[in-house]
């Protein structure tokens, strides 16, 4: 049996570009990392965000090492020894990197022999059947699946819950997944009804209850009946993140808050979500900080900036790594 699915093209919408998901690199998926780059991978101290969740922490070739901390989208938070960022089984609970997830999780394999995929437990068992053309995992209880072409869902059980007739589909997010059919994007529920039919270009999954659409070059967010709550009229979005998104407007960018009110002037060559109260910024292509009232408080002096976590961000200044707290200080 071969290990973790190797595939592109299983696609998310998200901020207005395509990500591929479900595209494993030495057992970690693509995400977003602030950090060392060395020998074509991660290596060395940095921040990987990966759906909601953030590791903090030491990397050697991809890998989450050594002491370092995990803070989940749920909002749990792990600190400890990490050892190779791998699954293992302990006193017959589920273990990964050091911290316990759930034991009846269930991880997508393709068989060697057939080229079919299915599901296996922690234990290698088999829990679905290698049926399917494609499979991602689960979350929220649904697990996208291909079969001839077009992608569906199954549950735990493996029943396909969403028949196979879209051409792209998200990951379930608040209970609700995005669907292409024929260029076209979509919102779908746990019961496969359609919210709002495939017309946008592009949609966002949902986040703090609002969803990014875009149509004909201009970007907007709808609420989860399926009405756009902020019209359509900005160039770019970011999602909503501490109750504000960023926006491109003019080629400039800001923030608006969940009524369409733009709190902060569209004024920055690029913007982050919020975090902790602050988001980085970019003047140029120097980074800084400002606050959740619209305040520079960490001016755009570095060559990179990531995200604050637990009061401190990394922040990189002529090829130098550093930390700093929320005033700017640097610290250890």
Known sequence: MAGYILKKGFLAKKN???INRNVYDNGLKAGTYTGDIKNGGMNGFGVLKLNGDEYNGSFI???????????????????????????????????????????DILVPYRDSESGKCGFCNIKDEVVIDFIFDFAGEFYEGLAGVEIGGKYGYVSKEGNLVIPCEYDEI????????????????????KLGR????????????????LAGVKSKGKC??????????????????HDFSESM?????????????????LIIPCSYDYVSEFCEGFATVCLGDK?????????????????TAGYFNNGKAF?????IQLSVDCQGNYIG
Not at 85 to 103: H, R, S, T
Request: glycine share 16%; charged share 20%; proline share 1%.
């Open 16 to 18: 207005g570009r395509v």
């Open 61 to 103: 070739n991809n890998k989450f090492q050594g002491n370092g901390k995990y803070s989940c989208k749920d909002g749990r938070i792990y600190e400890g020894e990490y050892n190779n960022g791998a699954l293992v089984l302990i006193d017959n609970k589920a273990w990964w990197g050091g911290m316990e997830v759930d034991a």
């Open 170 to 189: 998200s990951d379930f997010s608040q209970g609700f997944a995005v669907v292409e059919l024929d260029g076209k994007s979509g919102i779908i529920n």
């Open 194 to 209: 359609l919210i709002t039919i495939c017309i946008y270009d592009n949609i966002s999954t949902f986040s703090e209850g």
């Open 220 to 237: 907007g967010f709808l609420n989860k009946s399926g009405e756009i709550t902020i019209p359509l009229k900005f160039e770019s979005f």
């Open 245 to 261: 998104a960023g926006v491109k407007l003019y080629g400039k960018w800001g923030f608006v808050d969940k009524s369409g009110d």
């Open 287 to 303: 980074f800084g900080y400002i606050s959740s009232e619209g305040a520079i408080v960490i001016p755009c002096i570095y060559d």
């Open 315 to 319: 922040v990189g200044l002529n090829k």
